[in-house]
């Protein structure tokens, strides 16, 4: 079965040399690499011509093709130019500034043979600083979309495939049926949720999206294309008002049942240090539902600041020696990293305190002490 790899390209050379190096040391025979350089100069062609030449000497069934672009088109045109291209049965995206692991394309194309009714699969990326969780699906709020398990352990990982509303094209594996059923992406998106847009309409002909937790690769998250922070906005704006009516909010009945069996119904106080009032609020009542008694709920002033950390120190004597176990509402588990102090006298006595939070995580408190944490980015 052949395949196609298509690389939107808005790169650094020293980035795409070691993306480009791990992509020829991984790819399966039968394959043909589509880079697209979206106006990223000469120094990527030259490392495309270099590198790729020695592979396709000693490898016949590996076709490379490089795609010109004289200035940067995004992400959406890109992605289309390269699938005018494409002449594989898979079609493969993947992201400029990955590191890919051995195995990856042979893992997603198993997906897709062993599941035809799915159609699409996405691979989970890691962060290359930490080897915590960058993606592995995406979570649904009333108003936002969040990065499923972001920032955790890869041991939390299911160890089967499993069902995400959505995933994001930076390592991503579809079947030519699903492109020939919804067609292009939407390029009045620039350089964002033009991949969620394509696979809504996808969703919309009866297709699924499958996370494969094995082929992990690390994402650098390295210079994406021009304007792509100042279109983020009007890019989501567009993406809601079409369809925001076809995204039920992803539940929280994993987190319930996992936080009860953690706390076995010992009276609990809930914190709210989420600035995301809205999911949270639905979250503290999903929380609170199992429990008719023996749960309380308490509102901190602290300052929540854009992905800062949120430091505890001035709640201390409200909370330090409450006798129940403390659970926080948070965006995400990071964001409580650095309180040693808080620490130090909340757990003299090894009191079982958690943090829930919206990415999907429940992480007890006492692991954040004296560790490097994996991840540490919120979003």
């Known amino acids: 079965m052949r395949s196609s790899i298509i690389v939107p390209t808005f790169q650094s050379v020293p980035v795409f040399t070691a993306f480009f190096g791990s992509l020829l040391d991984t790819v399966e025979d039968d394959t043909q690499i589509i880079i697209v350089n979206d106006g990223s100069g000469a120094g ?3 490392v495309v011509s270099t590198l790729g030449a020695a592979t396709t000497r000693t490898r016949a069934s590996i076709e490379i093709t490089v795609i010109r672009h004289d200035r940067p088109w995004g992400c959406g045109q890109s992605l289309n130019d390269g699938l005018q291209r494409a002449t594989g049965d898979v079609i493969f995206f993947a992201d400029s500034d990955l590191i890919l692991l051995p195995g990856w394309q042979t893992s997603l194309r198993t997906v897709l043979k062993t599941n035809p009714d799915a159609g699409m699969t996405a691979g989970v990326l890691l962060y290359p600083n930490t080897g915590g969780i960058q993606h592995a699906g995406i ?22 495939v499993f069902e995400t509303p959505l995933a994001a094209f930076a390592l991503f594996g579809l079947t030519r049926r699903v492109l020939e059923s919804v067609g292009n992406l939407d390029e ?5 949720y033009e991949d969620f847009d394509f696979q809504m309409r996808a969703r919309q002909a009866g297709y699924r999206i499958l996370m494969d937790p094995h082929p992990h690769a690390y994402h650098w998250e390295r210079r994406s294309g021009p304007l792509r922070d100042a279109n983020r906005k009007a890019n989501l704006a567009q993406f809601w008002s079409r369809w925001s009516q076809s995204l039920p909010p992803t539940g929280f009945d994993n987190l319930v049942d996992d936080v009860c069996q953690r706390t076995r119904n010992k009276p609990v106080t809930l914190i709210y240090v989420a600035q995301s009032r809205y999911d949270a609020t639905d979250l503290v009542a999903e929380l609170t539902r199992p429990r008719e008694t023996n749960i309380s709920v308490f509102h901190p002033q602290l300052p929540l600041g854009d992905d800062e950390e949120i430091s505890l120190t001035s709640v201390t004597a409200e909370l330090a020696d409450d006798p129940n176990i403390l659970v926080f509402v948070a965006d995400n588990f990071c964001r409580l990293l650095g309180n040693a102090f808080w620490h130090e006298r909340r757990h003299t006595d090894k009191r079982n305190d958690l943090i829930v939070d919206l990415a999907g995580n429940v ?8 560790h490097d944490w994996p991840g540490h980015r919120d979003r």
Not at 188 to 192: A, D, K, L, R
Not at 363 to 370: A, E, I, Q, T, Y
Request: charged share 20%.
């Open 44 to 46: 990527i062609d030259k």
């Open 139 to 160: 979570r649904i709020g009333h108003s936002t979309l969040r990065h499923q398990l972001l920032n955790n352990h890869p041991s939390v990982l299911p160890s089967d």
């Open 188 to 192: 009045s998106y620039f350089n964002g």
């Open 363 to 370: 992480v007890p408190m006492k692991d954040l002490v004296g």
